[in-house]
Antibody, heavy 118, light 107 residues
Framework: EVQLVESGGGLVQAGGSLRLSCAAS????????MNWVRQAPGKGLEWVSY????????YYADSVKGRFTISRDNAKNSLYLQMNSLRAEDTAVYYC???????????WGQGTLVTVSS | EVVLTQSPATLSLSPGERATLSCRAS??????LAWYQQRPGQAPRLLIY???TRATGIPARFSGSGSGTDFTLTISSLEPEDFAVYYC?????????FGPGTKVDIK
């Protein structure tokens, strides 16, 4: 069974840092590009970042560029998101998401909540 | 950035009725358009990709159509578990955008 399990969320003060992790299982992790997508409370979905399977390519939404860093450890089947200089507007559930066919997102984790207090 | 607009914002229907949801892109995305369902308290689930291809395990009552800038998600006969929020999504030049969502609620 394909599984993505996020961890590392919590309460942090504005200006602080947090590192999210995502443990992947049930599929060949090294073959897939991965993403982080977030959802603020009561709001819609916002794509945050992308990393290719080979780690050679990364992309970020303008809203997090320069503050967040996506990375992965293919030996550990794990995806990460280092979040620095956090702002109140970064408060959201963060989902670890697998790239699917035709640029879709075919597998989602259950999400981890990040709350930034101002 | 490609902006996706969804209409209506809310669709109030009864079980058994047909639901028609619209997604419009600010520029052509060919058929690189996906649809997701999100039930309360759950993660989104992929329904449709390539504008009209059902994802694995998705019931046949869900269908997608369209190309270019205008897309439609149709639920032929609403089941109780279909009352949820639906999002469209595209990726252009590796930048991803989602529509604001359509909530399908019980009339």
């Amino acid at each position: 069974e394909v599984q993505l399990v996020e961890s590392g969320g919590g309460l942090v003060q504005a200006g602080g840092s947090l590192r999210l992790s995502c443990a992947a299982s049930g599929f060949r992790f090294t073959a897939y590009s991965m993403n982080w997508v977030r959802q603020a409370p009561g709001k819609g979905l916002e794509w945050v970042s992308y990393i290719s399977s080979s780690i050679s390519t990364v992309y970020y939404a303008d809203s997090v560029k320069g503050r967040f860093t996506i990375s992965r450890d293919n030996a550990k089947n794990s995806l990460y998101l280092q979040m620095n200089s956090l702002r109140a507007e970064d408060t959201a559930v963060y989902y670890c998401v697998r790239d699917g066919e035709w640029d879709s997102f075919d597998c989602w984790g259950q999400g981890t909540l990040v709350t930034v207090s101002s | 950035e490609v902006v996706l607009t969804q209409s209506p914002a809310t669709l109030s229907l009864s079980p058994g009725e047909r639901a028609t949801l619209s997604c419009r892109a600010s520029q052509s995305v060919n058929t690189y358009l996906a649809w997701y369902q999100q039930r309360p308290g759950q993660a989104p689930r992929l329904l449709i990709y390539d504008a009209s291809t059902r994802a694995t395990g998705i019931p046949a009552r869900f269908s997608g159509s369209g190309s270019g800038t205008d897309f439609t998600l149709t639920i032929s006969s609403l089941e109780p578990e279909d009352f949820a929020v639906y999002y469209c999504q595209q990726r252009t030049n590796r930048l991803v955008t989602f529509g604001p969502g359509t909530k399908v609620d019980i009339k």
